[in-house]
């Protein structure tokens, strides 16, 4: 059987994540420092698991409805009105497995071969991959540090043509941990209304966000509710990883029809799951806020840390990475980060995995104990210091 010409060109073409890459290396090293999974290190709150465990004690292991269990898809649609003042009915949400699945059912429910879908850099590795299994076009664009790797409205208006369909919008941002504001969101409103761009906006990370100012959704401001499909789930603001839940929230024509392909393809997220999501979104404000301190102070650590040794970042206000500057090495990204894994055995992950633009940068997550960071800094410390790299103090 000759493969190459029975597997379909555009699967054959999508590239292996590098997130995964430098997470499988670094576990066949018993010793490694591991910086590169954005995965929270909390155990999930004991009032979820135990709702998990009452559900499946109560033998409540059927199929559940296609598009979630009604209860839970009624507590969403109040924690988006509560969190975020976003306005939709039972009818306007699916309950998917994880956050990536929502993203995978927008853009398939949307794009259909040679329309354009506009992707900010450096972002999440899954939406050019899923963009050209459809026969969709990416479009990129670079955002810069100067900018705080927001995404400007004069890049966005020069970027539209005839053929877009389709705006992600990755904010807060994975890798970088970029955030766009209320006056950011107005600016690529403003481009957006009167056209027939839609945009799928990724909120996984709306609820780790560091400063005065909370997450502002774009489908909270006039005119964007109808043209914008929300993305979120339960991975990062719950410690729920494994639990594999998350949910998209849109105009029903659109959700509809997720919904069908959903169908065919899942059939419904985890019951258990569903079960365990209803207490984190009725009891776990707390343990949210609890995180999202944690994260804080590892965050100004880690940023201070990195720069101190020369290796610049801006300071990230959302998610839970930094994206230090590399340049100093005069390495490329994955250069870099595979000479850091086999001389200190720390492992996190180029920046290029996240897109061209992201060349000369790396993605370090600080979902970690602080013992476990200052392991790891002390580690990059000897690392440039053994190459003739090190800038500042010792850390």
């Known amino acids: 059987m000759n493969y190459d010409q029975l597997l379909a060109p555009a699967a054959q073409a999508m590239r292996p994540s590098g997130i995964r890459k430098f997470f499988d290396l670094a576990a066949d090293m018993p010793h490694c420092i591991s910086l590169g999974v954005g995965e929270p290190d909390f155990k999930t709150p004991w009032s979820i698991r135990d709702a998990g465990i009452r559900s499946l004690e109560q033998g409540r292991t059927k ?55 506009i992707i900010p850099e450096p972002c999440f590795v899954c939406y050019e991959p899923i963009t050209q299994l459809t026969g969709g076009v990416p479009v990129h664009i670079a955002t810069r540090a100067e900018d705080g790797f927001r995404l400007t409205a004069e890049q966005l208006r020069a970027a539209i043509t005839p053929r877009t369909k389709l705006l992600i919008l990755p904010y807060p941002n994975n890798p970088t941990g970029g955030v766009m504001d209320q006056q950011d969101l107005e600016a690529i ?12 906006s990724d909120e996984i990370y709306a609820e780790l966000t560091y400063g005065l100012d909370r997450h502002v959704s774009i489908a909270s401001l006039p005119g964007m509710w109808e043209r914008t499909i929300v993305v979120n789930g339960f991975s990062k603001s719950y ?26 393809c899942i059939m419904s997220a985890p019951t258990t799951s569903q079960y365990a999501a209803i207490v984190a979104l009725r009891s776990c404000d707390d343990e949210i806020e609890m995180m999202r301190d944690e994260y804080n102070r590892r965050r100004r650590y880690v940023v201070k840390a990195l720069n101190d040794l ?4 801006f300071e990230p206000k959302g998610a839970f990475y930094v994206f230090p500057s590399i340049q100093c090495s005069g390495l490329k990204s994955s ?39 200052e392991t790891a800094m002390r580690r990059i410390r000897r690392f440039l210091q053994d190459h003739g790299w090190l800038a500042g103090p010792a850390v």
């Open 189 to 200: 409103a403003e481009v957006l209304r009167g056209t027939n761009v839609l945009v799928l």
């Open 335 to 373: 250069e870099f980060c595979e000479q850091l894994l086999k001389e200190q055995e720390v492992a996190i992950v180029p920046g290029d995995a996240f897109g061209a633009s992201g060349e000369g940068y790396a993605r370090i997550s600080y979902a970690y104990s602080v013992d476990h960071l």
């Open 239 to 264: 410690s729920m990883t494994g639990w594999r839940l998350g949910y998209a929230a849109g105009p029903e024509p659109i959700i509809k029809v997720m919904t069908k392909i959903h169908q065919s």
């Open 310 to 313: 020369g290796l610049t970042c």
């Open 63 to 117: 199929y559940t409805a296609n598009a979630g269990l009604k209860e839970l898809r009624v507590e969403i649609c109040r924690y988006l009105r509560r969190r975020f003042e976003l306005g939709y009915e039972q009818e306007n949400i699916l309950v998917t497995v994880g956050g990536s699945e929502a993203i995978d059912m927008a853009i398939r429910a949307l794009v259909k071969p040679g329309d354009e879908v």
